[in-house]
């Protein structure tokens, strides 16, 4: 049962027998020294008051605090469980680092001679992973150990089907973070802001539609499509090049066959005066083309 809380002023207000009322009704237990005195009986009424008050107070507090507390070591306990380990590298040479999760070898980084895509990821002695440069080979192993897929198949040779929204969109983003892609309403744009096209899943098939293609290509797999993505051309100052590209030849006017080569070939020309050690995988790519572009405008 409550009651209500009387102020001195209040009580002031009130005869000695109004007083003598609220005394029973709040069950007070301070005795009061001169029954015949209005004050004795507001300073007995105000005393048990605050004894009550801070009861209540002093208890709320309690459970206040021991529930903070729980709820402080629920955070910790679910913050200890979804925290990724903290991964240490070993350099064994400038082409060799071996990845510990602790004590334990959980892949490596090696170097090979191809021009392209020299960094290697290995896990298990099985290739996992290439790329142009050795900070994305070590993006790749801290994400896939974060979400425990590091050790599975890779993805070209087992990927099972995707079937819902949800996990379709974690495997985009997954490897977008690889190459530090970042996925926007309407496609995935590079790190400066350039739009490269979409990537999708249709009935367990993925595929990969380039920024100004209406077409979509299928792809073997999550990892190659977001993979082509990287290699989308985004010198051409002109984006019509490159919707040109993603048109089969058959449909081009003359004109519009003529822009596209001619497009190309001055880009790779372009591409040609530059050092070699400032050519990116895409730029070789290209120039690995730029012989059956020449032919065709010399034709």
Same mark, same amino acid.
């Given at each position: 049962?409550?009651?209500?809380?009387?102020?001195?002023?209040?009580?002031?207000?009130?005869?000695?027998?109004? +007083?003598?009322?609220?005394?029973?009704?709040?069950?007070?237990?301070?005795?009061?020294? !001169?029954?015949?005195?209005?004050?004795?009986?507001?300073?007995?009424?105000?005393?048990?008051?605050? %004894?009550?008050?801070?009861?209540?107070?002093? =208890?709320?507090?309690?459970?206040?605090?021991?529930?903070?507390? #729980?709820?402080?070591?629920?955070?910790?306990?679910?913050?200890?469980?979804?925290?990724?380990?903290?991964? =240490?590298?070993?350099?064994?040479?400038?082409?060799?680092?071996?990845?510990?999760?602790?004590?334990?070898?959980?892949?490596?980084?090696?170097? !090979?001679?191809?021009?392209?895509?020299? /960094?290697?990821?290995?896990?298990?002695?099985?290739?996992?992973?290439?790329?142009?440069?050795?900070?994305?080979?070590?993006?790749?192993?801290? /994400?896939?150990?974060?979400?425990?897929?590091?050790? #599975?198949?890779?993805?070209?040779?087992? @990927?099972?089907?995707?079937?819902?929204?949800?996990?379709?969109?974690?495997?985009?983003?997954? #490897?977008?973070?690889?190459?530090?892609?970042?996925?926007?309403?309407?496609?995935?744009?590079?790190?400066?802001?350039?739009?490269?096209?979409?990537?999708?899943?249709?009935?367990?098939?993925?595929?990969?539609?380039?920024?100004?293609?209406?077409?979509?290509?299928?792809?073997? %797999?999550?990892?190659?499509?977001?993979?082509?993505?990287?290699?989308?051309?985004?010198?051409?100052?002109?984006?019509?090049?490159?919707?040109?590209? !993603?048109?089969?030849? @058959?449909?081009?006017?003359?004109?519009?066959?003529?822009? +596209?080569?001619?497009?190309?070939?001055?880009?790779?020309?372009?591409?040609?005066?530059?050092?070699?050690?400032?050519?990116?995988?895409?730029? /070789?790519?290209?120039?690995?083309?730029?012989?059956?572009?020449? #032919?065709?405008?010399?034709?």
């Amino acid at each position: 049962m409550t009651y209500i809380i009387y102020s001195q002023q209040q009580l002031q207000l009130k005869s000695i027998a109004r +007083l003598k009322q609220i005394y029973n009704e709040i069950a007070c237990t301070v005795e009061v020294s !001169d029954k015949r005195c209005k004050d004795s009986w507001i300073s007995a009424i105000v005393n048990y008051q605050s %004894s009550k008050i801070q009861k209540v107070t002093s =208890t709320a507090l309690d459970e206040q605090a021991l529930a903070q507390a #729980e709820l402080d070591n629920y955070i910790a306990d679910q913050a200890q469980a979804i925290a990724p380990e903290e991964l =240490t590298t070993l350099e064994i040479s400038f082409y060799d680092h071996e990845i510990y999760c602790g004590k334990e070898l959980i892949a490596s980084i090696t170097s !090979d001679d191809d021009l392209t895509q020299p /960094w290697v990821v290995m896990v298990d002695g099985k290739e996992k992973f290439r790329a142009n440069t050795w900070a994305r080979c070590h993006r790749f192993i801290q /994400w896939h150990h974060q979400d425990s897929t590091l050790n #599975e198949a890779t993805p070209a040779a087992t @990927e099972t089907p995707c079937t819902t929204e949800n996990v379709i969109m974690a495997h985009i983003f997954n #490897e977008c973070q690889n190459y530090g892609f970042e996925i926007l309403g309407d496609g995935i744009y590079n790190n400066n802001g350039v739009k490269l096209g979409q990537v999708g899943c249709t009935n367990g098939n993925w595929w990969v539609k380039r920024r100004y293609s209406v077409q979509q290509q299928y792809s073997n %797999s999550v990892y190659d499509a977001v993979r082509s993505l990287s290699m989308v051309d985004t010198s051409l100052a002109e984006p019509v090049h490159e919707y040109l590209q !993603d048109q089969p030849l @058959e449909q081009l006017t003359t004109d519009e066959l003529q822009q +596209l080569l001619s497009a190309q070939v001055a880009s790779c020309e372009q591409l040609l005066d530059r050092p070699v050690d400032e050519l990116t995988s895409q730029d /070789w790519e290209r120039l690995r083309e730029y012989e059956p572009y020449l #032919e065709l405008v010399a034709a």
